[in-house]
């Protein structure tokens, strides 16, 4: 996918569907507004994480929206998704590429300047960075320093993705830094309505993006 559009990312997880189904979640955030899918099954088998993707997978990909799986290059490849995202932990960039071969999308998570220069050199395609702010989902994790991502949008040319704790209220910060676009977990996790929510997202992204 050249030229995936990272501007709403949205991550699914076993909790994001109040009393949606997977597949009235995924349609709802796509029909809001989502441009990115991930799928991010923590501690999950293989098994359970390659049928979720492959349910988010029947629905996104008809609408023409990338599917990313979080942690896994196996489950990615498995399931046909269109990319799949690594951390610290998981395989190194790459061994993700040469896995995935050319045409799947390498997604990278990057603590430092030094490892989103890394993960663009061993070919990564977008480096997620972040907690930017204290994440519901990560409590444990210090959010960035605040320059990190003008940092990393000074030394590389590949898009980020900001993530961890942002919300209509702050998305607006690192995207004026250079953000390319946010990535989401508990702003729609168990949103009633996240149709309408990724759509107020969406809206305020593209303004603060102009702005
Ligand atoms: N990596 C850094 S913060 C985070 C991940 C996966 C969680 C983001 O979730 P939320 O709930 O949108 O803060
Ligand atoms: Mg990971």
Not at 45 to 69: K, Q
Not at 106 to 114: C, K, T
Request: aromatic letters at 2%; hydrophobic letters at 45%.
């Amino acid at each position: 996918v050249p030229g995936i559009d990272l501007s709403l990312c949205v991550i699914l997880d076993r909790e994001i569907g109040h009393d949606l189904t997977v597949e009235q979640f995924t349609r709802q955030v796509i029909s809001g507004g989502a441009t990115c899918l991930q799928v991010r099954l923590k501690d999950a088998s293989a098994r359970e994480m390659l049928d979720f993707a492959t349910l988010v997978l029947g629905v996104a990909r008809p609408l023409g929206i990338p599917v990313v799986v979080n942690d896994r290059v196996d489950v990615a490849l498995a399931a046909g998704a269109d990319g799949v995202h690594v951390g610290e932990e998981d395989l190194p960039v790459v061994w993700a590429r040469r896995l995935a071969g050319p045409a799947m999308v390498v997604g990278a998570s990057a603590a430092s300047v030094e490892a989103a220069r890394q993960a663009q050199a061993d070919g990564a395609d977008y480096v997620g960075v972040g907690p930017v702010f204290r994440s519901p989902t990560k409590p444990n994790v210090e959010p960035i320093a605040p320059d990190l991502i003008p940092a990393i949008r000074r030394e590389i040319s590949l898009p980020i993705v900001a993530i961890g704790g942002i919300t209509i209220h702050n998305l607006h910060v690192p995207i004026r830094q250079g953000a390319d676009g946010i990535a989401i977990i508990s702003a729609l996790r168990q949103c009633l309505t996240p149709g309408e929510v990724a759509s107020r997202l969406k809206e305020s992204i593209c303004k603060a993006k102009k702005g």
